[in-house]
């Protein structure tokens, strides 16, 4: 499969909106903690900055006004799937803003799909919400944050690329709450509040585990052949 892609841009930044997402990337091409919101490093001769931005386009918005024009931005991390054939781990890749150059090869893998990703205010928790959106979009997934990526992108001039991976199935329906951060306290207070949330949550943790793998192994080989 083949992609359109910039010419062996000089700096890459990667913008994850959660640490699940982020501190695996973050291992995964051996980037350096430079703040506990960021990370950097070179694969070849290329810099590459990994920023945390949290969820949102809002914050997404915010967190990319403080940094300076790269050659190229990601969007990186999870998505929630709109069509019922889409599986966790699977990928789907969306050129953000135009890119015109030729590509390098992707990673032969029949769970790449080069398609659209729609854009979300909330998260999408019930199947039929997702579905729904899905039909009317004619989107294979869902996000929060690519569409501020893109929009911070075009405004600059920029090539932006979108590199998601599917979280949660169309059929599986999200807990009804989820911890409002991702520190101890946090998840600890949330065990107390709400212990009939776990099992569900239990497979969603499986599922992230295996989201997160692809999303680095995608991202990496990515990295590495522009």
Same mark, same amino acid.
């Given at each position: 499969?083949?992609?359109?892609s #910039?010419?062996?841009p000089?700096?890459? &930044?990667i !913008?994850a909106?959660?640490? /699940?997402e !982020?501190r *695996?990337?973050?291992?995964a091409l %051996?980037?350096e903690?430079?703040s506990? !919101?960021? /990370?950097?490093? =070179?694969?070849?001769? =290329?810099?590459?900055k990994?920023?945390?931005?949290g969820?949102?386009?809002?914050a997404?918005?915010?967190a990319?006004s =403080?940094? #300076?024009p790269?050659?190229?931005?990601i969007?990186?991390?999870f998505?929630?799937?709109l069509? *019922? $054939?889409l599986k966790t781990?699977?990928?789907v890749?969306e050129?953000?803003?135009?890119f015109? @150059?030729?590509?390098?090869?992707?990673?032969?893998?029949?769970?790449?799909h080069f398609?659209?990703?729609a @854009?979300s205010?909330?998260?999408?928790r019930?199947?039929?919400?997702?579905?729904?959106l899905?039909?009317?979009?004619?989107?294979?997934?869902? $996000?929060?944050?690519s569409?501020?990526v893109?929009? /911070?992108?075009k405004e %600059?001039g920029?090539q932006?690329l979108?590199i %998601?991976?599917?979280? $949660?199935e169309?059929?599986f329906?999200? *807990?009804q709450?989820? #911890?409002?951060s991702? $520190?101890?306290?946090s998840l600890?207070?949330?065990?107390?509040?709400n212990p009939?949330? /776990?099992p569900?949550?239990a497979g &969603?943790?499986? %599922?992230q =585990?295996? !989201?997160?793998?692809? &999303?680095c192994?995608?991202?990496?080989?990515?990295?590495?052949?522009?």
């Amino acid at each position: 499969m083949r992609l359109k892609s #910039p010419a062996s841009p000089s700096a890459v &930044l990667i !913008a994850a909106a959660t640490r /699940w997402e !982020a501190r *695996p990337l973050a291992a995964a091409l %051996r980037l350096e903690g430079q703040s506990p !919101a960021s /990370w950097s490093g =070179r694969i070849g001769q =290329r810099g590459i900055k990994l920023i945390l931005t949290g969820m949102g386009g809002p914050a997404t918005l915010a967190a990319l006004s =403080r940094q #300076p024009p790269p050659g190229l931005v990601i969007s990186a991390g999870f998505a929630g799937a709109l069509q *019922p $054939d889409l599986k966790t781990g699977d990928v789907v890749v969306e050129e953000l803003t135009p890119f015109p @150059h030729q590509p390098p090869v992707w990673p032969a893998s029949p769970c790449i799909h080069f398609a659209k990703i729609a @854009h979300s205010d909330q998260v999408l928790r019930l199947p039929a919400e997702k579905l729904a959106l899905g039909k009317s979009a004619g989107a294979l997934a869902v $996000d929060m944050e690519s569409a501020a990526v893109g929009a /911070w992108a075009k405004e %600059r001039g920029l090539q932006a690329l979108g590199i %998601r991976v599917i979280l $949660d199935e169309a059929s599986f329906a999200l *807990p009804q709450s989820l #911890p409002q951060s991702e $520190d101890a306290l946090s998840l600890a207070r949330f065990a107390v509040e709400n212990p009939g949330a /776990w099992p569900r949550l239990a497979g &969603l943790w499986f %599922r992230q =585990r295996k !989201a997160a793998k692809a &999303l680095c192994f995608i991202v990496k080989c990515y990295l590495e052949t522009i």
